[in-house]
């Protein structure tokens, strides 16, 4: 049996919803970060999914420019982390409430 689009796109979908609860539930900054690239990822899935039962590149080409913005936000986004982390000593999303340094 060959996986068909719905296998792809309910395999995505779960991501997805993984992802977002890991961004809802949980409280520490690393978490979410990792939520936020799993539901990014399985936007690629659903994007080549969709690429490859429709015969064409746009969505493996789409891929490429999210894998592109998603390394510049580990960069940024990583960098941000640590910096909190040194000023407040806490990674707990409750414990930043103000952007104030």
Request: aromatic residues 8%; hydrophobic residues 60%; positive net charge.
């Amino acid at each position: 049996m060959q996986a068909g689009l719905n296998h792809y796109l309910i395999v995505s979908g779960l991501l997805f919803c993984l992802g977002l609860l890991g961004v809802i539930a949980r409280r520490n900054l690393l978490v979410v970060y990792m939520g936020l690239e799993l539901m990014l990822n399985a936007a690629n899935l659903a994007f080549v999914a969709f690429s490859r039962f429709n015969d064409n590149l746009n969505g493996q080409v789409m891929v490429f420019f999210v894998i592109t913005v998603a390394a510049a936000e580990v960069a940024v986004g990583l960098a941000l982390i640590v910096a909190l982390y040194r000023k407040r000593q806490t990674a707990h999303v409750e414990d930043l409430t103000s952007l104030k340094l």
